[in-house]
């Protein structure tokens, strides 16, 4: 019997978006087919791991976590160095706290010495998340931008209601930049539209959906991801931005995660929990278009690294 | 599959007599594609008509039955390649894989019989265990699949090639026959003797072969047999393999309505790495599989594939609500804060969770806001001072702490004074956005 394929193919493709410069930039996006169906047309790019390095230790984080990223957590240089030297991780994605804090916040400028710091060091291509704040942020981005100028590093996040001082900071100085929507379709729309036209180029921005863990809202993010996938490849060109998803720091904070094996015992051990977790959060949203998926846990990162390295070989 | 009224009309007698009532055969045509008419009405419809029609009728994916009684799953009969397209309908089945050459098989098996856990009221876990036939002993492995049968806990499947020993497990395992298993399988070599096997017991068959070609030469002849309850199992090299094919057959049978791939199918996640056997199956949870079966037995393997099925077959449709009521955060005392929300899933678990990373033990009093989140239900007036101060009271936290101060999301600010009035507590106003919850949090105690 002869059976005939059903193909799907696509006339439209997902923007390219080239993270950093020279030998370690990285390009993500450019698909003309649904995740991992080469047969269909091109991924030319490799869904990418970004490590997430915070600029103090995350109160949150369990001792499994933090044992399993070792010393060098205490010390973000050495923990982004570490990503590279023994995780063979390609971006860093640098997390600031401390701007916000309460009492004693860092200055703008002690995060921008973090980041120029961390960039020397790895010399990888750099993604630098806010806050979530949005004064403290406000202050911080114009200044750490101006630090990495020239190194078009991918600065997040510009939203729907704040995104005019970090759009026009990423112009001015060359960067790529993270819109964010809440998990909103038409957001996401809305975002893109905002950031160009301020005069951003369509092809230096990277879009943050805004995502659940595993059994925190995952299907939400899930469905959302595939929608703007299948809509870009349709030929909407302001959905057409390749996808960032914050697979560590949400599934992390998962009760799943963090309980003790005393409170839960029929859920096993929580350090393989804690890894298993963090990469079936991320496998997921690999399956449904993600472009880079941020990671905390270096186990994690081996198993993403070795499922992308699968699904990517065509031999 | 439905046919266009076009595709009908090429059916029909088309002399247009007028005898189903309506004066054209296009007409009628038009009425069965909106299924507001049946074929009887025209008593020169032909054979071939017929068959069409009644094909068309028919769920693109059969629906399988596997196991009986409480331990029953159902699965196929899906729609959609998406699911916001509509959704996803019958989840996918969890097997435990055990091998029957393993020392430790019956330990093994009681090990999965704990696989079940409870999240958000439902029960999730493994429903299936197979015994894999690698010893050669059939007493072994009739031992095994009896033991699963014993356990009561889940529903069994035999894992071999070999009808005999199929055949003698049957005759060896008192109510093996009434657990309906699944058997995997047939092939290309003994399709034929499974298929007399899964038609005296009644019970399904996994069909594997090698490439869908191949897998859809044998569906039909087996079909013949009598064996309409099938899984299909397209095998592949490497994880991206059995994706492919996996979301192929969907593909076959819904976009070209393929009838001898019109089956939920089987996948297997194998290896020495656990960890990675449980990422990798979490592949075929969401591209399609009906059955998943794993090599392992550990809970931290089977907790989040369930989880991830839950999600993934949530209907997107509705609203997902949580039940209205107290919620208790670590162990609250008289003196842990009050925090009001919604009954909108999403919304009570993302709060929850914030205030499960502020490691400050609370009371969390949920409003049904019927599943809206709180903006949504502030708009509709499903959330309002009246319906907020009436949630208070009714959850009787005024017995449970020993002050009057409740702390409601940022969102409906505006509201506080009119909630002060009508409830008698103090009106604190917490963030906007959850994330900000910890920091909240901990200030409010310290
Ligand atoms: S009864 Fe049949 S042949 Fe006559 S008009 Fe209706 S559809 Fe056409």
């Given amino acids: 019997m002869s059976l005939t394929p059903v193909k799907k193919s696509w006339n439209h493709q997902i923007k390219e978006v080239t993270i950093g410069t020279g030998e370690s930039a990285v390009t993500v996006g450019g698909e003309t087919t649904l995740p991992f169906l080469h047969d269909e047309g091109d991924m030319p ?98 200044v750490v931008s101006q630090a990495l100028s020239g190194q078009r590093c991918l600065l997040g996040s ?13 112009i001015a100085d060359g960067h790529n930049i993270i819109g964010e929507s809440p998990i909103d379709i038409n957001i996401c729309k809305q975002v893109n539209i905002l950031v160009t036209d301020m005069g951003m180029s369509e092809d230096r921005i990277v879009v943050f959906p805004t995502n659940g863990a595993l059994g925190y809202g995952l299907e939400y993010a899930y469905s959302i991801l595939e929608r703007t996938r299948l809509a870009a490849l349709g030929g909407d060109r302001m959905m057409a931005m390749p996808i960032i998803i914050r697979a560590g720091t949400e599934s992390q904070r998962s009760k799943e995660v963090k309980a003790k094996e005393d409170e839960f015992p029929e859920w096993g051990s929580r350090a393989d929990r804690g890894i298993v977790w963090e990469a079936t959060t991320a496998t997921s949203y690999l399956q449904a278009g993600a472009d880079i998926v941020t990671m905390n846990h270096p186990e994690a990162i081996r198993l993403i690294r070795q499922y992308i390295d699968t699904f990517m070989n065509t031999e | 599959m439905s046919m266009t009224a076009m595709e009908i009309y090429a059916l029909l007698p088309q002399t247009n007599c007028g005898e189903c009532g309506t004066p054209t055969c296009l007409a009628f045509a038009m009425q069965l594609a909106n299924k507001q008419a049946t074929l009887d009405s025209c008593p020169d419809a032909s054979d071939e008509a017929r068959a069409a029609l009644a094909a068309a009728a028919e769920p693109p994916i059969t629906l399988v039955e596997i196991g009986s009684g409480d331990e029953q799953i159902e699965i196929g009969n899906e729609t959609v390649m998406f699911r916001h397209e509509e959704t996803f309908h019958h989840q996918c089945g969890l097997c435990v894989c055990i091998a029957d050459d393993a020392e430790d098989a019956e330990e093994r098996i009681e090990k999965a019989g704990e696989l079940w856990f409870e999240r958000i009221g439902d029960m999730i876990g493994a429903e299936l265990v197979a015994i894999e036939d690698r010893s050669g002993d059939p007493d072994r492995f009739a031992e095994l699949v009896s033991a699963v049968v014993q356990n009561d806990k889940q529903s069994p499947v035999l894992i071999t090639s070999d009808p005999d020993l199929v055949r003698s497990t049957f005759e060896a395992v008192e109510g093996l026959a009434e657990a309906r298993p699944l058997v995997h399988g ?61 979301t192929q057959i969907r593909r076959q049978a819904l976009d070209n309505n393929f009838r001898p791939l019109g089956y939920p199918t089987i ?180």
Wanted: proline content about 7%.
């Fill in chain 2, 186 to 246: 047939a092939d290309a070599e003994n399709w034929s003797d499974m298929a007399d096997i899964a038609a005296e017991y009644d019970v399904p068959l996994g069909v594997s072969a090698d490439g869908l070609e191949a897998l859809a030469e044998l569906t039909p002849q087996i079909k013949d047999k009598g064996v309409d309850q099938m899984v299909l199992d397209p095998g592949g090299d490497d994880q991206l393999q059995t994706m492919e094919q996996l």
């Fill in chain 2, 267 to 446: 996948a297997f996640a194998r290896g020495d790495d656990p960890r990675k056997v449980a990422v990798d199956a979490s592949t075929y949870v969401s591209k399609y599989a009906g059955v998943v079966v794993i090599e392992g037995e550990e809970p931290w393997q089977l907790l989040p594939l369930a989880t991830l099925r839950q999600n993934l077959y949530t209907d997107p449709r509705v609203p997902p609500a949580v039940e209205a009521k107290l919620y208790e955060v670590g162990e609250p005392t008289e003196d842990s804060p009050v925090v009001l929300t919604t009954n909108f899933a999403l919304t009570y678990f993302t709060v929850v969770n914030e205030i499960e990373a502020s490691r400050v033990p609370a009371w969390v009093v949920v409003v049904d806001t019927e599943g809206q989140s709180v903006l949504t239900a502030y708009s509709s007036e499903n959330l309002n001072a009246e319906v907020a101060a009436e949630a208070i009271k009714e959850v009787g936290l005024e017995e449970k702490v020993n002050h009057r101060d409740v702390i409601i999301p940022g969102y409906i600010a505006v509201m506080s004074g009119a909630l002060e009035e009508e409830s008698g507590w103090n009106v604190t106003v917490g963030p906007r956005e959850a994330t900000a919850i910890p920091t909240f949090m901990r200030r409010l105690v310290s």
């Fill in chain 1, 45 to 142: 790019n490799p869904p990418r791991i970004a490590l997430d390095v915070f600029d103090a230790v995350p109160d949150t984080w369990t001792e499994d976590l933090i044992e399993a990223t070792g010393d060098e957590i205490n010390d973000p240089v050495e923990w982004a160095q570490k990503g590279v030297e023994e995780w063979g991780v390609e971006l860093i994605s640098l997390n600031l706290t401390q701007h916000a804090l309460e009492e004693d916040p860092a200055s703008p400028e002690d995060c921008a010495k973090l980041a120029e710091e961390i960039a020397e060091a790895t010399g990888l291509p750099m993604i630098v998340w806010g806050a979530g704040e949005e004064e403290p942020d406000r202050d911080v981005y114009p």
């Fill in chain 1, 158 to 170: 510009a939203s729907e209601e704040s995104y005019k001082t970090l759009t026009a900071t990423c």
